[in-house]
C-alpha cells in the first residue's frame, strides 16, 4: 500500500471515529435537552472532518503552511455549523413545544372523559336508588293487577326511567372502553337469549317474534356486549310494532359478513328520517318519541363499529315496516363442545 493509500485509510478511520464518538456523545444527552443536541450535531461533522485532515496532511508529508491552510478552511466552517445548529435547535424547540401541547391535551381529554365517566356512574346509582323505592311503594299501594290502575302505572313508568339511566351508563362505558373480551359465540344462541329477554314485552304489547332463518354463524365478539345491541334492536321492532303485528328474526352469511336482521311492522320510516335514527337521542316525531331517550339504536351503532361492524337501516313511508341489519365479520371456525 502506498504512503498516499495509507494517509487515505487513516484519514478514512480517523473521521469515522471522531464522528461515532461525536454521535454516541449526542445521542447520550438527555431527551429534555433536544436543542443541546441540536446544536451540537453540525460541530460533530466539521470535528470528523477536521481530524481525518489532520490526520492525511500528516501522513503525506504535507508542509505546515498547506496543512495550516486547510485547517483554517474547515475552521471557517464553524460558523455556518453554528448557523446550521441555531436552526435546528429551532426547529427541535418548536417541535417539543407542539408534541408538550398534544400531551398535555391528551391528557385533559382523557381527565374529562374520565370525570364524565364518574359523575354518570354516580348520576345512576344514585337516580336507582331513590327508583326502587318508588318502586317498592307503588307496588305495596297496588290493590289490584289491572295495568291502569295507578300504582301500577307509577310501575311502569319507574322502569322506563330506570330503563334510560341503564341506557346512559352503557353508552358512557362504551365510548370509555378500549379493551373487550373477546370470545368466539354462536350468533343464534346470542339473538336466542336477546328474543327471551324481550319476550315479555312482546307479549304485554301483543307482537309474535319470529325467527324465520338462523344461519348458524360464529363471530368474535364481546357476547355481553352484542347481546345488548342484538336486544335493543328487538325491544325497538317491539315498541314500534302495532298489537297483533310481528317481528321477523334472520341471521345469515353475506360476503363475508354475519348479519343479524329484524323487520318489524312500524309502518315505514321517512326517508328524510333514516340517517337520524343512530343518532344519540333522536327520536322522530312525537309517535316514535315516548318510549325512551333515543339511545337504543346508538348502542347498536356503537357496538357495531367496536367490533368492525356496522348498522343498515332499510324502510321508507308508506312501507310497512323497516328493517334493522347488524353486521359483523363472520368468523369461518366452527365451535365445538367442550
Do not use: Y
Amino acid at each position: 500500500m502506498t504512503p498516499d493509500e495509507n494517509a487515505v485509510v487513516l484519514s478514512i478511520l480517523t473521521t469515522a471515529g471522531v464522528g461515532l464518538a461525536g454521535t454516541a456523545i449526542v445521542a447520550a444527552l438527555p431527551r429534555s435537552k433536544p436543542v443541546v443536541a441540536a446544536i451540537a450535531a453540525p460541530f460533530v461533522v466539521v470535528a470528523s472532518l477536521a481530524a481525518g485532515v489532520a490526520v492525511a496532511t500528516r501522513q503525506m508529508l504535507i508542509d505546515d503552511h498547506t496543512s495550516q491552510t486547510l485547517l483554517i478552511v474547515l475552521a471557517a466552517c464553524a460558523p455556518l455549523a453554528l448557523l446550521v445548529g441555531l436552526v435546528l435547535a429551532r426547529r427541535a424547540r418548536a417541535v417539543e413545544r407542539e408534541a408538550a401541547a398534544e400531551r398535555a391535551d391528551r391528557q385533559r381529554a382523557r381527565e374529562v372523559e374520565d370525570s364524565r365517566r364518574e359523575t354518570v356512574r354516580w348520576l345512576s346509582h344514585d337516580l336507582r336508588t331513590p327508583l326502587a323505592g318508588i318502586r317498592a311503594l307503588a307496588e305495596s299501594a297496588a290493590q289490584d293487577d289491572s295495568p291502569d290502575d295507578p300504582p301500577a302505572r307509577i310501575v311502569r313508568e319507574v322502569d322506563r326511567l330506570d330503563a334510560m339511566v341503564d341506557d346512559i351508563v352503557e353508552l358512557s362505558r362504551l365510548h370509555g372502553q378500549s379493551r373487550r373480551e373477546i370470545t368466539a359465540a354462536a350468533l343464534d344462541d346470542i339473538v336466542s337469549d336477546a328474543v327471551a329477554s324481550v319476550s315479555p314485552l312482546a307479549t304485554a304489547e301483543g307482537v309474535r317474534i319470529e325467527a324465520t332463518a338462523l344461519g348458524g354463524e360464529i363471530v368474535e365478539v364481546e357476547v355481553r356486549e352484542l347481546t345488548r345491541a342484538v336486544t335493543n334492536i328487538i325491544r325497538n321492532a317491539v315498541q314500534h310494532t302495532p298489537a297483533g303485528g310481528r317481528v321477523l328474526l334472520m341471521t345469515t352469511r353475506a360476503e363475508g359478513w354475519a348479519v343479524v336482521s329484524v323487520t318489524d311492522a312500524c309502518g315505514g320510516i321517512p326517508a328524510g328520517d333514516l340517517p337520524h335514527l343512530l343518532e344519540p337521542g333522536w327520536r322522530g316525531d312525537s309517535a316514535r318519541s315516548g318510549r325512551g331517550m333515543g339511545l337504543g339504536l346508538a348502542i347498536v351503532d356503537e357496538v357495531a363499529r367496536a367490533h368492525g361492524g356496522a348498522v343498515t337501516i332499510v324502510g321508507t313511508a308508506p312501507a310497512e315496516g323497516c328493517t334493522v341489519s347488524l353486521r359483523l365479520p363472520a368468523n369461518h371456525a366452527v365451535l365445538t363442545d367442550p
